[in-house]
């Protein structure tokens, strides 16, 4: 059994010797948000189960914290776009194996050298990280507000949320990888669309391909993974599996429905979210991409609410430039899905409500205005 130290630092130089340190001494570690309030730091901490901290002071003994077994490399929250957030325990092999097949789905003539701006306490801004730890591409370094800029001080690869693909220019970069939430319909040819989660040790699907290694098979509607990026299992122990696929019992069931048609992997949303009115079923990430090709329409999300009638009501909540564009809405939602996907009210609201790395905040949507 090993300690988990918990590394204190906000993203830039110190983190990643800090990294370093842990990496060369096969110490696990967890990175904290050194955004969050106090109270909500500590919540963190303990979910992770940390038994040290390190910070610019040194070294601390936690207490209540929990050791993990040796083969253990870091531990990490999901996101809780759908609920409480999770631990996830990946092991040293599964974080090599997650850098050894992205570099290499990415490389040109040279190693990428990346511009770290995701919060490394999520996957996808660690794995950039761990990339440059485990394997060899280079990090450069700067502030977030210098997307746009990196690519000229030598920059050729990053990776953003949606937010930051609108915000910045990307386009000096060789490639962009887009995760989190569902991407904008069209992308410029260097982004790459890319589907991951904690437990898959980052993306691990680009532009509807599997990476070398990932088998991906749709069972029942729902994505299910087989990888060597797997993660070991939730910091509880438990680790959900699904049986029969090819008469092994290591696949993980995502949770995400979705299908794979001639080797290309399609995801509808999270199955916990299909919406059944009237009989149907509406998948809240189909109606939010075709409501976001209106004219004016900034961001969108659609959730559902009881209904008597309907079992459940569409209510679909808009960020726009323009106002009274419900019958739009109605119109092309009836035109490009079907009437059932009708939303049965629309809310203007100034936001969507999203988490850190752009995932929409599913859970809190029904009462959100």
């Not at 629309?346 to 859970?363: C, H, L």
Request: negative net charge.
């Amino acid at each position: 059994m090993a300690s988990l130290v918990a590394l204190d630092f906000a993203l830039g130089p110190v983190l990643e010797r800090a990294l370093r340190d842990c990496v060369d001494n096969s110490q696990a570690f967890c990175v904290l948000d050194k955004r969050l309030a106090p109270a909500r730091r500590l919540d963190e901490v303990r979910a992770l189960g940390a038994t040290h901290l390190r910070d610019d002071s040194g070294i601390h003994v936690l207490e209540g914290g929990t050791d993990v077994d040796d083969e253990i490399g870091v531990v990490m929250l999901t996101s809780g776009s759908s609920g409480a957030p999770k631990a996830v325990e990946l092991t040293w092999d599964a974080l090599r194996a997650s850098a050894e097949i992205t570099q290499e789905s990415l490389r040109g003539e040279a190693p990428p050298v990346w511009f770290p701006c995701l919060p490394a306490n999520h996957i996808g801004g660690l794995a950039v990280l761990l990339r440059a730890i485990l394997n060899d591409a280079r990090l450069l370094w700067g502030n977030a507000d210098e997307i746009s800029g990196a690519p000229t001080r030598g920059a050729t690869h990053v990776a953003l949320v949606r937010a930051q693909l609108f915000r910045y220019d990307v386009s000096a970069y060789d490639a962009v990888l887009l995760g989190g939430a569902r991407p904008p319909g069209d992308l410029p040819d260097n982004v790459i669309a890319t589907w991951g989660m904690t437990e898959t040790g980052s993306g691990v699907i680009y532009n509807g391909r599997p990476l070398r290694g990932v088998e991906v098979a749709g069972v029942d509607g729902q994505i299910c993974i087989k990888s060597p990026t797997l993660f070991r299992s939730y910091r509880d122990g438990s680790r959900p599996l699904v049986t029969g696929i090819d008469d092994k019992d290591d696949w993980f069931p995502t949770g995400d429905a979705g299908e794979v048609t001639n080797g290309v992997v399609h995801v509808r949303g999270r199955l916990g979210y299909v919406i059944n009115t009237g009989g149907e079923k509406v998948w809240p990430d189909d109606l939010e991409a075709v409501i976001a090709t209106i004219a004016g329409v900034r961001d969108v999300a659609v959730t559902a609410l009881d209904d008597q009638e309907w079992g459940q009501r569409i209510v679909a909540l808009v960020v726009s430039d323009r106002t009274a564009i419900d019958q739009e809405i109605i119109a092309t939602s009836n035109e490009r899905i079907g009437p059932w996907a009708k939303p049965k009210e629309i809310r203007y609201v100034n936001s969507i409500p999203r988490t850190a790395n752009g995932k929409i905040r599913r859970d809190i949507l029904p009462e959100f205005h």
